[in-house]
């Protein structure tokens, strides 16, 4: 059965999104800390061979700077839905300028895990389901109330444990790197312009103005042919399954994935 289409709700950094029908798999770079919380269906996050599962009013936290491979699905005869909360370098810097020194404990350090699954709490249960009316596309809530969730979500983190404190507020920027360097490495993860511009060390503008150097395409259109180069020698070799390629190399449904290979080769990925 073909994969149907992810529906996906974005406000301000908050993510709500679920999924029509089977399991997805998806190939992150966190490049902002994530808090992730299961509404329904099943999660699981793996990384460098280690394997968490969430389910249902369960939520992980997911250091930056960080590649996973997400798989979510149905469990329990309901189909995934969840909720993202992104914590970006200018939100965290933010709130870090209003905090009284004193109030921040000493001798914490930073959380030794990248992936961290998070003890019950009431604080984090609270914060999730008063987002849940939002599932719903008609109540779509304004920037600034979301503001405040993310707020509320940073607050429960640093609560729960000290050592959120010095994971949270380490501003170490990147180094500068090799951008085709970098997008040889990651083309196959979900990342905007501007995640892809920050993990190179760049502002946005540094980094069009530097890609313009390297290739007369758009660093979209690189990142599309890339993948469709990639997905091509795949699928000659004959190791591997179509769907599978699909999801490999970053494409997010078989539809999208057929009709840009027949535009880019003239044939369908079956052929």
């Known amino acids: 059965m073909e994969q149907q289409e992810t529906t996906i709700f974005s406000y301000s950094d908050i993510i709500f999104s679920f999924f029509l029908n089977n399991d997805t798999v998806c190939s992150h770079k966190a490049v902002s800390h994530l808090l992730i919380y ?21 939520c992980v936290f997911v250091k930056r700077d960080h590649t996973v491979t997400i798989n979510k699905g149905p469990a329990k005869g309901e189909q995934y839905r969840g909720i993202t909360l992104k914590f ?12 009284d020194r004193k109030d921040i404990p ?4 930073p959380l030794a895990v990248s992936v961290l699954k998070l003890p019950e709490s009431a604080d984090i249960q609270s914060l999730f389901f008063s987002m849940v009316p939002y599932f719903n596309s008609e109540n779509k809530p304004n920037d600034e109330l979301m503001q405040l969730k993310l707020r509320e979500g940073l607050i429960s983190l640093l609560a729960m444990n000290k050592d959120f404190y010095p994971t949270l507020f ?52 690189w990142i599309m042919q890339k993948r469709l180069d990639v997905a091509y020698e795949k699928i000659r070799s004959g190791g591997e399954k179509i769907s599978d390629v699909c999801f490999s190399v970053g494409f997010k449904n078989r539809s999208h994935f057929t009709t840009a290979f027949k535009k880019q080769f003239g044939f369908t990925p079956a052929r």
């Open 106 to 109: 000493k001798g914490a350090k």
């Open 170 to 221: 380490d501003f170490t920027e990147p180094w500068k790197i090799d951008i085709l360097d970098f997008l040889n490495k990651n083309y196959m993860h979900d990342l905007s312009m501007e995640e892809i511009a920050l993990y190179t060390g760049r502002s946005l503008a540094t980094f069009k103005r530097d890609f313009r150097k390297i290739s007369s395409l758009s660093p979209q259109k």
């Open 88 to 99: 970006n370098r200018n939100f965290l810097r933010d709130y870090y300028r209003s905090l």
């Open 38 to 58: 299961v509404y329904s269906g099943q999660m699981s996050i793996q990384e460098n061979g280690q394997e968490i599962t969430a389910g249902a009013g369960e």
